[in-house]
């Protein structure tokens, strides 16, 4: 057991890999309208001003606000219709003073006005005159031409994932193409004797590969492509084949390692001969996920996990999800999804390391109550039962019942 | 300005909808590898137990529990070694008292053995024989068949969304297909005589498609297909025509109405003409999106939405997504990405309304600053330029600079 000769603390092992990991990421042309969830590569700037024209918010007269000075119901003034703006049309005639014209919400303000008064505060008069019952200042119930956005101006950074609020953006303004991070490859190995694809029958003494399609998920969720490989036995020829293979095709190997001891210390030989510096980390002082490995070989990240599912899934959150956010170039990470709850009872941990423990939530009201699930570690339906996870600092002996926890979201 | 004759607060308008609309969801058979993100429609019991033999959970010794009472360092058990069990092949034999097994993690344990000494505590004797110098109580360092599922159990109920965790649990049981909720087409119909789509050059008095796009990412985010329309113009029989089309190829039609109040009152003319009972709710107590319709037409939801960006997105998050999850058959609806803020500054709010602001997220150390992003409703890019969104309660006055908020993530 000499293997964890150094554990370091999660956050200085994840800084470890990352303070030495800048990719080149590929990157690619996509259409705006499948660009869900993509992450912009390069800044998007404003082609034209947004909106484009001086538009009326409101249904009413655009008028020049001078002329309606000191109007009201007692003194109201009196303004020639000149005609009526349609919707999606030009204004294509100046007002002059004395005039208004009839719009609409959305419509395009005539040169010369410069505000617009609502209609429940005009009223007709004969000879094709408009009563006007409130005066209104410059720039009333209307929105400038670039008040939105000034042609030229970002709208759109670098590394941002792209939200329905940033598509329709994109629209507005007719960027329907742009550049975004290529979906980044992550090549996933799971090995060990025991371990059968899932769709075979199981023999005594073997069990189903979990952690292939669980950690595939989890690269789909966060924009990567899983990449599978053949179920690789406890032998390091093997183990090594597959992991150069993996190394070759994909920007980011994961390999979750046979249960075993030995099977372990195979996954480090195996990505210790991928290429220099080689491992950077072996051994995490956090639980689940202790015997996590992190490597760089050939400039490429290599992330030994350990078979069992549940340390594989919450070591994967940690070092894997932030290494696929760098490949993808993503300039701030979003905040996990969590909430806030009340922990239903004491929870005990070791003083000196991080454990990460999974929890159901119940509704109470609008609140939540965080209920710990229990289950030895390496059951995968603990954490398909939870509905989060909690993590328990290194310098905490535990949490109390009743204390507010943070429940980061499966 | 008759339209807003009653205009229920958003939680009783919703509940007027969904209170009326049980769709009979339709499902479909996908492969459980492709399902991350789907509902399952229908319970998925164990084939199987989990595990499906007793498993060590320790590289060690396997031993019947009682032969090692009392055992320890100064006065250790002797037991013949009998044979070592293989990683993933059948422990085929029985324990007989007095004899232990080699057995590594994860490998099945012997009939006869209930336990597992850990390899450092033992010791090679000659004769082929191993010191056992700690007792282990039965059941101790192992996995009972069935510890994680008991054969028949469900372990994943109807309506639930698909995690990595859940996915992993399936493929655990060698159930690699399932029953999903099949994914809702969501008809989009923009309307409005100065909308153009996207792509086209802008003339003067126009204005390009947002909302086809916006919503269309908001419904692919929550599981839907969205189905767009062309454009609209505003004339109640192209509207209708449009809308009648999308009604009856999709399961719900949601229509953003040109922006002026004609336009408004024509959504409402079409929806009203698709079938009964129509109209449940025309105007909502909320700001932006206060021109919200709500309508169940022939037995489908179809939702009228204010035709400026900002207005329909909120109001979509609120109205359209909970009638997807309801299609979806989602027997507990997530909860919605957040975390807790403090507010930057003082928000003012008129009482008796509800309201949601855009806000920008800050980051400070660990916590986080609620910045309030100003600029008229109906600019799509204040949405884009914000992180969240923050609700002001209807009996609330505004909110105060410091105060604690939830931020809805966008």
């Known amino acids: 057991m000499s293997e964890f000769l150094e554990l370091l603390p999660p956050d200085q092992a994840l800084e470890l890999i990352l303070s030495r990991y800048k990719p080149d990421a590929p990157r690619e042309e996509v259409e705006a309208v499948d660009a869900l969830g993509r992450v912009s590569a390069a800044p998007v700037c404003a082609p034209y001003a947004l909106p484009s024209f001086n538009r009326s918010t409101v249904d009413g007269f655009a008028v020049r606000a001078a002329d309606t000075f000191g109007a009201s119901d007692s003194l109201p ?163 090594s084949e597959s992991a150069q293979r993996a190394h070759a095709e994909c920007e980011l190997v994961v390999i979750t390692a046979g249960s075993s001891v030995s099977a372990r210390d195979l996954t480090a030989q195996a990505i210790q001969a991928l290429g220099a510096p080689g491992v950077l980390v072996h051994g995490v002082n956090i639980k689940p996920g202790k015997p996590t490995i992190l490597a760089l070989c050939g400039g490429k990240p290599v992330i030994g996990l350990p078979g069992n599912p549940v340390s594989a899934l919450v070591s994967a959150r940690l070092f894997v999800l932030p290494l696929i956010e760098r490949l993808l170039g993503l300039a701030k990470p979003a905040p996990a999804p969590s909430l806030i709850a009340r922990l239903s009872l004491n929870l005990a941990s070791q003083a000196g390391r991080e454990d990460w423990v999974p929890v159901r939530l119940v509704q109470e009201g609008q609140a939540y109550l965080a209920e710990p699930v229990f289950g030895k570690s390496n059951l995968i339906f603990t954490l398909s039962r939870a509905d989060g996870l909690i993590r328990i600092p290194a310098d905490a002996n535990g949490l109390n019942a009743g204390e507010s926890v943070t429940v980061y979201l499966l």
């Open 77 to 239: 003034a009196y303004l020639q219709l000149r005609r009526e703006v349609p919707m999606g049309a030009a204004a294509d005639f100046e007002l002059m003073a004395g005039e208004c014209a009839l719009i609409h919400t959305g419509g395009m303000l005539p040169a010369g006005a410069d505000a617009v008064v609502m209609i429940e505060h005009t009223q007709n008069a004969p000879g094709n005159v408009v009563e006007i019952q409130r005066a209104v200042a410059p720039g009333e119930n209307m929105l400038e031409a670039g008040e939105d956005v000034r042609q030229g101006e970002e709208v759109l950074p670098a590394g941002k994932r792209l939200r329905p609020e940033d598509i329709g953006g994109l629209m507005a303004l007719g960027v329907t193409r742009l550049i975004v991070a290529a979906s980044p490859r992550v090549g996933l190995i799971s090995s060990g004797d025991e371990v059968i694809p899932p769709g075979n029958e199981l023999q005594p003494g073997q069990v189903r590969d979990v952690n292939s399609y669980s950690l595939g998920a989890l690269v789909e969720r966060a924009g990567g492509t899983p990449v599978r490989s053949r179920i690789a036995p406890d032998r390091l020829e093997a183990l």
